[in-house]
């Protein structure tokens, strides 16, 4: 296999990359350093890529991976792993309302237990399909659709009757 343009899969996919890892940290230096771990990762491990065709796929599973291994390594120095994650207030002015309709979706979105936030935001807003996100986060095609369909199920019910997702 060719050494590939190591710039030229930066560029291609650094930005989605890190909304990714800001999406599943929360946090915009652990989504940095996550992306940043994802591609020395890369510059690594790139040999062991079978088909260059799929260096989204490997990538975004590589930062998950990383992602875990964090997760798991905190919740074993805190005893208290909880978040505080802060009340969304959904009353707005008409006018307002179009305007932070996104924003109040994103709010719910990051609220979400991580097993329906991660597929949610691979298909709205990373656009992988069902078999992308299935190999990203390494589980069956039926239970990526399960959990978009009860991810949206959830949001739904917090955006409209203020429901904890």
């Keep these: 296999m060719n050494e590939p343009d190591f710039a030229a899969v930066v560029d291609?996919?650094?930005?989605?990359?890190?909304?990714f890892a800001l999406s599943l940290s929360r946090n915009e230096a652990d989504a940095?350093?996550?992306?940043?771990?994802?591609?020395?990762?890369?510059?690594k491990k790139w040999r062991q890529l079978r088909d260059?065709?799929?260096?989204?796929?490997?990538?975004f599973t590589t930062l998950r991976r990383e992602f875990m291994g964090d997760q798991r390594k905190e919740?074993?120095?805190?005893?208290?792993?909880?978040?505080?994650?802060?009340?969304?207030?959904?009353?707005v002015e008409a006018s307002q309302a179009e305007a932070l309709d996104t924003e109040a979706v994103m709010r719910a979105l990051a609220l979400l237990?991580?097993?329906?936030?991660?597929?949610?935001?691979?298909?709205?807003?990373?656009d992988s399909t069902y078999v992308e996100i299935s190999e990203i986060l390494e589980i069956p095609t039926g239970t990526v659709m399960s959990r978009l369909?009860?991810?949206k199920q959830r949001l739904r019910?917090?955006?409209?009757?203020g429901q904890t997702p």
Excluded: M
């Design 12 to 19: 291609a996919h650094y930005a989605n990359l890190y909304r």
């Design 32 to 43: 940095c350093d996550l992306v940043q771990q994802t591609f020395a990762i890369y510059l």
């Design 52 to 59: 260059p065709a799929k260096v989204k796929t490997w990538l």
């Design 75 to 91: 919740q074993r120095f805190l005893a208290d792993a909880a978040e505080n994650v802060p009340a969304v207030e959904l009353s």
């Design 113 to 126: 237990p991580l097993e329906y936030r991660e597929p949610l935001t691979l298909f709205y807003l990373r």
């Design 149 to 151: 369909s009860r991810g």
């Design 157 to 161: 019910a917090f955006l409209t009757d």
